[in-house]
């Protein structure tokens, strides 16, 4: 897919309370978020002067591996590995860039039940965030 807006810049994009729709692994891993997810307005992609949400969007872990998967819930603590994680509801909570790293902390849910929390790690050369659009104000955006 092309798309109309790509960046590389971490600390100006949030991926807080937005839901993970689906995962493709490859030699990238990618997270795409139907509901898309928020952009700041000091984005070099953001002329808005406003912090926006965009449409269906979509985040690209660039030479990813999967490095760990941990799922905390009431039946106690799972390892979580990377072909199961379709099946999980997931919602970011925090997405934090390191180094040559990411790691995401989620709400975790599966067939809508069995609530947990859940952490991953991955490592990665480069985080790409790409959208086609921006189709309302950010929730924070005052």
Request: negative net charge; proline residues 1%; contains cysteine.
């Amino acid at each position: 897919m092309d798309w109309s807006f790509v960046s590389d810049d971490c600390g100006s994009v949030s991926l807080h309370d937005c839901e993970i729709s689906r995962w493709a692994f490859g030699k990238d891993i990618i997270c795409e978020f139907d509901d898309g997810f928020d952009v700041f307005a000091d984005n070099p992609q953001n002329d808005t002067g406003r912090h926006k949400r965009t449409g269906k969007s979509e985040v690209v872990l660039k030479g990813a591996a999967y490095v760990s998967g941990e799922l905390y819930s009431d039946g106690g603590t799972k390892t979580l590995a990377m072909e199961n994680l379709s099946e999980q509801e997931l919602w970011v909570l925090d997405f934090r860039r390191l180094i040559n790293s990411v790691t995401l902390a989620c709400d975790a849910f599966k067939d809508n039940k069995d609530a947990g929390f859940c952490t991953l790690e991955f490592m990665c050369a480069e985080v790409l965030y790409r959208w086609n659009e921006f189709t309302e104000d950010a929730w924070f955006q005052e």
